[in-house]
């Protein structure tokens, strides 16, 4: 049965009237009767009494009207208040980032969001693997990558730069020595992020391999060797001298802080408000290191 059919006999039925009905409905008075005589032959039955005067429901109208308005009213109601078809984003936003994300500014992020959109319940799952965003429903994710995406399914919004650094505490360089050169590296004790191209060269020197920075970060701090990790992670303690910079004119290749989220012809409010909020967030925080004068 045709929703749209069923609406305009709703309104004669409701008016008494194919005049109200249509003014009602901003439809012309033909359009609604051809769309009641419709439904009565989709149906099989008689809907209305019809003289030139008045208009009044037969037996089979009556049954009809009765179990049905209520139900197109319901899902009318449902319709218009869909969390999305609100101005405010609204609703549960779902969505998914590496640890060491979890573990430095998106805490920060995420409590500064809800507050401004208080309509928004934000279910955050921190994973360093790569999530399939549409099959396991997640509105969008971040992620630090260098490569071109191949998922024609998603979109793709760069968000800022993340530089990447060696670091090696205090204590490792004072037994190890601190190199002058990347070709020295070769003679150190690395700690290497697992299965990275950029990094391929490294990592066939590498002591300790991890496939979380967080863990990387921990094991340079506790003199694992020389580690290369995102900047803004290892900051923190370079500014607390548990971390120092190795080679800082060394530069690993550039990667990118992105965002990915499922094509889709309407972006929903909540992950363009997001996406938005994140964009202003970081204009401030720079995640790439300042300008160093060191070799």
């Given amino acids: 049965m045709d929703l749209n059919l069923l609406g305009l006999f709703i309104a004669v039925a409701e008016t ?10 901003g439809l012309p008075k033909s359009s609604v009767s051809r769309g009641v ?29 009765e179990r049905a308005a209520p139900l ?28 060491d994300m979890g573990a430095t500014f998106l805490p920060e ?9 208080p309509s928004v319940r934000v279910d955050c799952r921190l994973t360093n693997r790569n999530v399939d965003l549409v099959a396991e429903g997640f509105d969008l994710a971040l992620r630090a990558s260098g490569a071109k995406l191949a998922d024609s399914s998603l979109m793709v919004r760069r968000l800022g730069a993340l530089d990447v650094q060696l ?8 037994r190890r020595g601190t190199p002058r050169s990347p070709e020295e590296l070769a003679q150190h004790e690395l700690v290497v992020f697992r299965g990275l191209k950029y990094l391929r ?15 990387l970060r921990e094991a340079a701090k506790a003199g694992a060797g020389i580690a290369v990790l995102p900047t803004f992670l290892a900051q923190a303690d370079v500014t607390s001298g548990q971390l120092v910079r190795v080679l800082p004119r060394y530069a690993q290749p550039s990667t990118s802080l992105v965002m990915l989220y499922p ?7 909540k992950v363009s408000a997001f996406r938005d909020f994140l964009l202003e967030f970081l204009k401030g925080r720079p995640l790439s290191a300042p300008p160093s004068s060191g070799g």
């Fill in 167 to 174: 670091f090696a505490s205090p204590t490792y360089l004072a």
């Fill in 201 to 215: 060269e490294l990592e066939k020197h590498a002591r300790v391999l991890g496939d979380d920075m967080l863990f």
């Fill in 109 to 117: 992020v995420v409590a500064r969001f809800t507050a401004r959109y």
């Fill in 263 to 269: 094509r889709t012809q309407h972006v929903p409010r």
């Fill in 72 to 99: 197109l009213a319901s899902l009318k109601e449902a319709v218009g208040t869909l969390p999305e078809r609100e101005e405010a984003p609204s609703g549960e936003l779902r969505l998914t980032a590496p640890h």
């Fill in 16 to 25: 008494g009237s194919f005049s109200e009905a249509a003014r009602r409905l």
């Fill in 37 to 65: 005589a419709s439904l009565e032959a989709s149906v099989g039955a008689q809907l209305l009494h019809r003289t030139t005067r008045h208009v009044s429901l037969s037996t089979a109208g009556t049954a009809l009207y």
